[in-house]
């Protein structure tokens, strides 16, 4: 058990560094181009302490020295995804070629959680590469689901197509009842990302898991603003924290649920 925490910590603690490298990587899709660590309202560049969010925020700089404006939340938010992604992977499953590779298939949805919270945009030249990536390895050596052991060749392919169908049915179906609807099409190429990741069945719970925070999500924000929800929330966080939870929780939750 003691073992077991201290490479959670260590799990976390790279998990925050890893986070603050996925957050300059989102920055830089957006821009399209390589960027300075710097403050994104007066380009003053930022000290070494406030390259991690977390580490800036936790020694009280989280504003810039120059115009004294707060860093960008969703880079906060990015490297707290990884730190406690990591450090809950590793601490609940150790460390085994499968738990690499759930290690590895967390880092892009910390990077898009950056994106969409900050510009509403899911760069394909961020999703792309990974979604080829996690499918060919997928198909290989099967899903990032540490808790899977049972799995078929065609387990990732069908994860995949599942969840890209039911995104791009439910734009259409977005588009044709509201016009603009409020998913994207990134949100179908982080949905396929997703099958890819946790294979088939679990692409299932992940969309399940997805709509159940969005609905909780969408009616948050109603409450708040009175009944106004607009294109106001971005989808892809959803989308990452039914994905997220299932990778850490997916078999117990199902084995809960049965019994
Ligand atoms: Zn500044």
Redesign the pocket.
């Known amino acids: 058990m003691t073992a077991n925490l201290v490479a959670a910590l260590v799990a976390g603690l790279a998990g925050v560094a890893f986070g603050a490298l996925a957050a300059y990587i989102g920055e830089a899709a957006l821009a399209r181009r390589r960027v300075k660590v710097a ?1 994104p ?2 380009t ?1 560049p930022y000290s070494p302490v406030q390259w991690s969010a977390l580490v800036a925020v936790a020694t009280g700089q989280g504003r ?1 020295a ?2 004294n ?1 707060f860093l960008r939340v969703p880079r906060l938010i990015g490297e707290l995804f990884l730190a406690l992604a990591w450090g809950l992977l590793v601490g609940f499953y150790g460390l085994t070629p499968r738990t690499l590779l759930a290690l590895v298939a967390f880092f892009p949805q910390a990077i898009i959680l950056v994106t969409d919270l900050e510009a509403k945009l899911i760069p394909n030249r961020v999703m792309l590469p990974s979604l080829l990536a996690m499918v060919v390895i997928g198909t290989l050596v099967g899903p990032a689901v540490p808790a899977v052991n049972a799995w078929r060749w065609w387990t990732t392919l069908v994860g995949a197509a599942i969840g890209f169908t039911t995104f791009r049915l439910l734009v259409w179906l977005g588009v044709a009842l509201f016009g603009e609807g409020a998913l994207g099409e990134g949100d179908i190429t982080l949905a396929a990302y997703v099958g890819a990741v946790v294979g088939f069945p679990l692409i299932i719970e992940s969309l399940l898991l997805a709509f159940t925070f969005g609905g909780i999500g969408a009616a948050a924000v109603l409450l708040l603003r009175r009944g106004k929800l607009g294109t106001a929330i971005p989808y892809g966080p959803f989308i990452i924290l039914g994905c997220a939870t299932t990778m850490l929780f997916g078999a117990e939750l199902l084995l809960w649920l049965a019994n």
């Open positions: 403050c309202y007066c003053a810039c120059a115009c404006r």
